[in-house]
């Protein structure tokens, strides 16, 4: 008897939602699944390199706002002010947004009215991921779409460049997120960029008596100031955030900030912090554990908050509820 039960106990160990989701979810319903969104990310990517690292930070900031449920992608309406126009996800990478559409206006096509936007842009990122030299993982489907999206939910989830480390360690605690998990997930920031108006202050700003943070390589805060000279009158300027290999997927973002390369305040807030600093010494000197750690980080931030069964519903198209909301 002791196997049986030992059993359930790990069964009601996993949340409910969560043990509905696998991987062949869409075997029998839309065999064509996985290789459609790939797809659509293979010819994305390689006409729009930047495309992965926009899909990853598109679905960090879906999933840490009311979860993994593409809340993110409805558009607002006279009505109802939602979560894309919320001050933080103005930046959001409009070719992340297009990737996932055209995924799903495929997958209508072959299968409708049974892939969410959710799975898709899950399986769309993982892709996206491996496809600029990051590790593969697994991603297990069935999210439903979510059926509320404001934008006045966005800004207490989301964490900010100008956060000190207690309180971005606090708002991944209280969704469950380790320490070690936050920093992992941190290494995101080794592709894509920052617009300048996240890390300015530092070149310009930084105190009265010294413009310029001092932990900022000098040579690396030239060229920064170079590149963000016109951020008031242009605001589309920004840079990369790990100035070395932004377009690949590595560890040399936790190495950066071991030279004073970090881009953003909250970047080399890890450096400085006890409680962060052996996290960035071992993954900037073992990409293999950086690795394992930001792939377990993502199949956990992957289940955050799921929307299963009547939880939500599968949208026809990504950018609007099926039943408009009143």
Request: aromatic share 8%; charged share 20%; proline share 5%.
């Amino acid at each position: 008897m002791a196997v049986p039960i030992l059993l359930l106990l790990l069964f009601f160990s996993i949340p409910f939602s969560e043990s509905m989701l696998n991987e062949d979810y869409y075997k029998q319903t839309c065999p064509d699944f996985q290789k459609i969104v790939r797809e659509a990310v293979t010819l994305k990517q390689a006409a729009q390199p930047a495309t992965a690292a926009g899909t990853l930070r598109l679905f960090f900031h879906d999933c840490m706002v009311e979860g993994c449920d593409a809340s993110v992608f409805i558009a607002s309406n006279h009505v109802n002010k939602a979560e894309r126009d919320a001050d933080i996800n103005q930046s959001l990478s409009g070719d992340a947004f297009e990737v996932v559409v055209r995924a799903k206006t495929a997958l209508e096509l072959t299968c409708p009215g049974i892939v969410s936007c959710a799975d898709i842009l899950a399986e769309a990122t993982r892709d996206l991921v491996t496809m600029v030299g990051g590790p593969f993982y697994p991603v297990k489907l069935g999210r439903k779409d979510g059926q509320v999206s404001l934008a006045s939910k966005v800004d207490a989830n989301l964490p900010k460049t100008n956060q000190t480390m207690d309180e971005i360690i606090k708002l991944f605690a209280d969704k469950g997120f380790t320490i070690e998990e936050m920093v992992a997930l941190t290494g995101g920031h080794t592709i894509g960029f920052s617009h300048c108006k996240e890390f300015t202050d530092r070149l310009f700003h930084f105190s009265p008596t010294t413009p310029t943070d001092p932990v900022i390589n000098p040579r690396f805060a030239e060229g920064l100031k170079k590149t963000c000279a016109n951020y008031t009158t242009n605001p589309a300027m920004s840079a990369f955030n790990d100035v070395i290999t932004p377009g690949k997927f590595d560890n040399i973002y936790y190495q950066n900030l071991k030279r004073g390369l970090g881009l953003l305040s909250s970047d080399h807030a890890l450096v400085k912090d006890p409680r962060t600093l052996p996290l960035v010494e071992l993954y900037s000197k073992n990409q293999e554990a950086f690795f394992k750690a930001f792939a377990h980080a993502m199949e956990k931030l992957g289940h955050h908050e799921i929307k299963t069964g009547q939880q939500g519903e599968v949208r026809r198209r990504c950018d609007a509820f099926n039943v408009i909301q009143a």
